[in-house]
């Protein structure tokens, strides 16, 4: 796992975390998680998120290509 | 530093401590999430059995009224209420200035009233959060001149519960804006506040949490008693054994200065009634003396009340400390630089608490700051009457402060001067302070009571000590006064006042006194001698400064004079009086 998704493993209390992992898939992933994921992720990588970046972080996927795009996570 | 994710990992593990458990409520008007994890897990390390209630979103005011809500048949027996301010006030926080100043203060007097009702309405303790205060205004840099402006109000707001706390002692105010103060913008999340109505970061509900613990150990009677300190590397730089008492860092320069605010912050916890201990590895006579004789050390053997310095191993040390103050382990907390030392208690007596000092010797005084270990609840009286002389001497140091200057501060001091000769019942107290007055003592001359006693009873001196009160109280005889009658002089021999009352015009009040009483004896000439030490620089300039001549001068003294007719300074708010 990348530390993206040892960060999504984390805040959700999972093993693993697939490719396809959002709150869809995970049960765990509710409107709280996903506060404290915004925060864990800001923290793990020295990021601010803006308000239009937080609409961005649905899934696994969003949330890697966003950080792909900050530069911060290759 | 752990972080809030660890806090909710490690609750989800904790084993049910025994006994009856202390019940905690939290009600807010905003979101509040995982200080029931985190509440959990400190009073768990506390080894405190807690049960945690969270109210519903915004229901702080409906759980407290309503008789039958979640929040009374939880049955707590601390509530913390969390309130932002924004949220609490509505329009009189976003649009204060669409009222006049007598609606905005009725307003404030309002909500104040509730909050009372609401906290009327259980009988357990309540901790309430400090209103914060916004760091901006719509009336810009204007603001300050507001008449009851936005600031004001809540400043108002929050002095009128802290008023009320006084008098109940089941209220206490939490001082939300030195939290924030401390940890900035984040006690107030702007983006998690929109997305969830979340005011603080989540980040710092660990560090509140722990401010709360504050509250929660004693009402669950494990506040801690006693803090037991390690020496070297602890209370002072380097090793007492190796670096020898010149050698180990404490002072006010530099590298000894994190000791020295160290040591002030430990006797700040003294005085208001801890207990401290030492526990340290070391040859006993090479630790006393640096304790005894080191010019900086602010924690002498007074203040200890068990102290184990020695080779023996630190776990003995420390049951026999426990057993000494006759009191138990689990109210001791331990200081110590050595991680080993730390592990070893750690492991071989849990109950006692184990404080990690830093690695950077900076952060020593913070550290103190943050232990919250030593609450109660109340102060007792006990606790008071211990620290008794430097209570007066703390609450001089608010009014000087609050004084506009030192005039105005000494002024109101109400300052009564008792000038007395020599008797059985001062002599001791004289000789003392010849031999301990260093700073302002413009001879330095030590004497011994013997001494005392023979320049009372000779014809050609006159030894005179002086008792200073003020509004305070009593601070004792801390003045001293030996003339040397000469032929068409007199010669002070010894001036001297205690660091106690330097500053505040006894001096000159002294001296005029002294010019009357020559004059009376038809002495034309106050001769005064001035012998230069390491130590007696805040006294150099007093003699010129209050108009007396250098009539000699060699490397090793000045002799000063002054006619006996001189108009002499006077301040008449410092009343004098002769026994």
Same mark, same amino acid.
């Given at each position: 796992m990348n530390k993206i998704q040892e960060i999504i493993a984390r805040v959700m209390g999972i093993k693993e975390v697939k490719e396809d992992a959002s709150p869809e898939t995970i049960e765990a992933w509710d409107s709280f998680n996903q506060i404290m994921l915004v925060s864990e992720l800001e923290t793990g990588f020295g990021i601010n998120f803006t308000m239009d970046d937080i609409q961005k972080l649905g899934s696994y996927k969003q949330i890697k290509s966003l950080l792909e795009s900050k530069g911060v996570f290759k | 530093m752990v972080s809030l994710n660890e806090y909710i990992e490690r609750s989800k593990k904790l084993i049910p401590k025994p006994g009856k458990p202390i019940k905690l409520a939290l009600l807010s008007n905003f979101t509040i999430k995982w200080f029931e994890e985190v509440l959990r897990v400190l009073c768990s390390e506390h080894s405190i059995a807690a049960e945690v209630y969270t109210g519903g979103y915004n229901q702080y005011a409906q759980e407290l009224i309503n008789q039958d809500s979640k929040l009374h048949n939880f049955d707590p027996d601390m509530v913390f209420l969390l309130l932002d301010t924004d949220k609490f006030l509505g329009e009189q926080y976003q649009f204060p200035y669409r009222l006049n100043p007598a609606q905005r203060k009725t307003l404030i007097e309002t909500e104040f009233n509730g909050l009372k009702k609401l906290f009327s309405k259980t009988g357990s303790i309540i901790i309430v959060n400090s209103f914060l205060i916004p760091s901006? =205004? &719509?009336?810009?840099?204007?603001e300050s001149k507001q008449e009851f402006g936005l600031k004001e109000s809540i400043e108002y707001l929050n002095k009128l519960l802290r008023d009320y706390a006084k008098q109940n002692p089941k209220l206490f105010v939490y001082d939300f804006s030195s939290f924030a103060a401390k940890h900035g913008h984040k006690a107030r999340a702007s983006k998690l506040d929109f997305m969830a109505d979340m005011k603080l970061d989540p980040e710092l509900v660990p560090a509140l949490c722990k401010e709360y613990m504050g509250y929660i150990l004693p009402v669950a009677s494990k506040s801690k008693k006693c803090l037991v300190l390690d020496l070297d590397n602890t209370l002072w730089g380097g090793i007492i054994g190796e670096d020898g008492l010149e050698g180990i860092k404490l002072g006010p320069?530099?590298?000894?200065l994190p000791f020295l605010e160290f040591q002030k912050r430990i006797l700040a916890l003294f005085e208001r009634g801890v207990i401290l201990a030492i526990n340290s590895k070391n040859n006993s006579e090479d630790a006393l003396n640096a304790i005894r004789? /080191? &010019?900086?050390?602010?924690?002498?053997?007074? /203040?200890?009340?068990s102290m184990r310095i020695n080779w023996n191993d630190k776990v003995s040390n420390m049951k026999e400390i426990a057993k000494e103050i006759n009191i138990g382990l689990d109210t001791l907390v331990f200081l110590d630089d050595d991680k080993l030392n730390r592990s070893l208690i750690r492991e071989m007596l849990p109950e006692v608490t184990v404080v990690d000092l830093p690695?950077?010797? =900076?952060k020593y005084p913070e550290l103190i700051e943050e232990?919250?270990?030593?609450?109660?609840?109340q102060i007792t009286k006990e606790d008071l009457n211990k620290g008794k002389l430097y209570a007066q001497q703390r609450k001089r140091n608010v009014f000087e402060k609050s004084s506009s200057n030192i005039e105005d501060f000494i002024n109101k001091l109400n300052m009564e001067i008792k000038v007395s000769r020599a008797n059985k019942f001062n002599i001791p107290r004289i000789s003392q302070l010849t031999q301990k007055t260093n700073q302002?003592?413009?001879?330095?001359k030590r004497y011994l009571e013997e001494q005392i006693k023979e320049l009372a009873n000779s014809e050609d001196h006159l030894v005179l000590c002086c008792d200073v009160k003020d509004r305070f109280g009593d601070n004792g005889i801390t003045g001293v006064i030996i003339i040397e009658k000469q032929k068409s002089a007199w010669l002070i021999d010894t001036f001297l006042l205690s660091c106690r009352i330097i500053g505040r015009q006894v001096e000159d009040t002294l001296i005029n006194y002294l010019l009357r009483l020559a004059r009376q004896s038809g002495v034309k000439t106050l001769k005064a001698q001035f012998i230069p030490t390491k130590k007696n620089a805040p006294a150099s300039q007093f003699y010129k400064s209050f108009g007396f001549r250098l009539a000699e001068e060699n490397s090793k003294m000045q002799l000063w004079e002054l006619s006996t007719d001189t108009e002499p300074r006077f301040n008449k708010n410092l009343k004098l009086m002769e026994e």
């Open positions: - | 901006f =205004s &719509p009336m810009g840099i204007l320069e530099k590298e000894g004789n /080191h &010019p900086y050390m602010v924690l002498k053997e007074e /203040h200890f009340a690695e950077d010797v =900076s232990l919250n270990q030593f609450n109660s609840l302002f003592n413009m001879t330095t």
